[in-house]
């Protein structure tokens, strides 16, 4: 199984742009990050009347598309999978480490995110967060980063990284 680490925070609080800004500053330490991305609407990637969609609306459980630069596996599931079913469709070999997006109730480590103009107030901090990421000092028993300094919350994650798998 691939290590995983948790993104958290409530809505707004900045959790893809900060991925957007880690994926390549992570790439740049020579890490190959992986990310899944919850998301509460009803997530389509393909379009009504493609190929990929007919074969769907026709009952395939699955429905894998290609191209010469990448793929792309769909699944119809009857019901919600779990996180750590979703992890293991990675491919190890082209993968170092997932990156989770939400599912902030998973017992996973992660780093926890806010911001001083939220409305909503700090999360708890369970025994699941690792480090916490603000803009505004914060008083408390876990790291804190600057959210806005992305070269030391890659520098987190490369630490957490080797101590998983060094």
Known sequence: MLPMLGITGHSGSGKTTLLEKLLPALQQRNLRPAVI???HHNAQIDKEGKDSWRMKE???AQVIMTCDQRWV????TPQSVSLFYLAQQFDAGLTDFVLVEGFKQEPIEKILLHRRDMTKPLPVIDEHVLA???DYPLDCDKPVLDINHIDQVAEFIVTWYQQKCG
């Not at 596996?73 to 119809?76: K, R, V």
Request: glycine content about 8%; aromatic content about 0%; cysteine-free.
């Open 132 to 134: 916490v990421a603000t």
């Open 73 to 76: 596996l769909m699944t119809e």
């Open 37 to 39: 991305k919850h998301s």
């Open 58 to 60: 026709a009952g395939a």
